[in-house]
């Protein structure tokens, strides 16, 4: 259901083979082959380069500040040994960047991006970082078919947008994001797209889209976290659609009572519609605290709260049934 987009970046991964679009090959500088870090082939690399790493560890802080692509052999194979006190992999104050194919263990931030556009996140495995998986502040990305897994008690978020409403809108796609000790994906102040994700067994909540951002979240399994599935708050405006809501749970520590499928509150606007919202512990659909929602077409059924709850401050838009 999601929309297929086309990414357009000047190489193309496919069979192990790195290739430009429409021009020359790129230059590929190996590593450790032709250098003995990857912070050398930096250092060496002209813009537009790949820097391919063979099979192996790292342990380095990895700073890109120029369009390059970082290239793993495959998932799991080449993993970069991260500092739980700097980020794993850093792009700042750049653009037209392309990491693929990576793994992060162990980092403050596995994959930080900072002040740049134009910036791929690829097919790489982040796991265990401090606070967040994959970050982008202040920044555009398209973060697409990653695996962020376990971030570290008691902060680890999985993936995080934020300080991004004047940048391009961020694309959050088709990853896995799973077992992290805090929410799997959440946004503050951003513009983003968060579609075809599956979002499973986060400590906090699922997806989360706060403090004044604005979000497609669109087609995403979210399954099994604490709170809420489906957050939005703090005027937000979203439009949640399409998605798959599940088996959302109290959270240990959290407010007793709290584990709806979708909650929108504090102001926050809402479009919901076309979801299949089942077996949450609480409501399927809470409306509160002066947030108005626009609910239809959607699928419930075994919300222990029951269907819909609606406080006295908030609004759901007359008219609009909840059934099929």
Not at 79 to 96: C, Q
Not at 122 to 138: A, D, E, F
Not at 141 to 165: S, W
Request: aromatic share 4%; net charge negative; hydrophobic share 45%.
């Amino acid at each position: 259901m999601y929309r297929t987009r086309c990414l357009a970046y000047g190489v193309l991964l496919a069979g192990g083979l790195v290739s430009s679009v429409g021009g020359a090959s790129p230059e590929v500088l190996q590593v450790p082959g032709e250098y003995p870090t990857i912070a050398a082939a930096l250092a060496g690399a002209p813009e537009g380069a790949t820097i391919q790493l063979a099979p192996g560890e790292y342990t380095e802080q990895v700073e890109i500040t120029r369009s390059v692509t970082l290239l793993g052999p495959a998932q799991g194979e080449a993993v970069v040994l991260g500092r739980l006190d700097v980020p794993g992999i850093h792009v700042h104050d750049t653009s037209g960047v392309a990491i693929q194919g990576l793994t992060v263990v162990g980092a403050k931030y596995g994959i930080f991006v900072e002040r740049s556009t134009g910036v791929l996140v690829q097919n790489n495995l982040v796991r265990q970082s401090r606070l967040v998986g994959i970050r982008v502040r202040n920044a555009s990305a398209t973060v697409v078919d990653n695996t962020v897994l376990d971030g570290a008690a008691p902060y680890g978020e999985g993936i995080h947008v934020t300080m991004a409403m004047e940048w391009p809108e961020s694309q959050i796609e088709r990853n896995l994001v799973m077992g992290n000790a805090a929410e799997g994906i959440v946004t503050n102040m951003a513009h983003v797209s968060i579609v075809g994700n599956t979002v499973r067994a986060n400590a906090r909540r699922g997806i989360a889209v706060t403090e004044m951002s604005q979000a497609l979240v669109e087609a995403n399994v979210v399954l099994e976290n604490s709170l809420t599935g489906i957050y939005v708050t703090d005027m937000s405006h979203a439009t949640v659609q399409d998605n798959v809501v599940s088996g959302t749970l109290p959270a240990r520590d959290g407010p007793v009572g709290i584990a709806h499928g979708i909650m929108v509150d504090f102001w926050a606007v809402a479009l919901i519609r076309r979801n299949q919202i089942t077996d949450n512990g609480a409501y399927g659909i809470a409306v509160l605290l002066n947030a108005r929602a626009q609910v239809g077409e959607n699928q419930l059924a075994d919300n222990r709260g029951g269907d819909l709850y609606v406080d006295a401050s908030a609004q759901v838009a007359p008219g609009v049934g909840l059934g099929t």
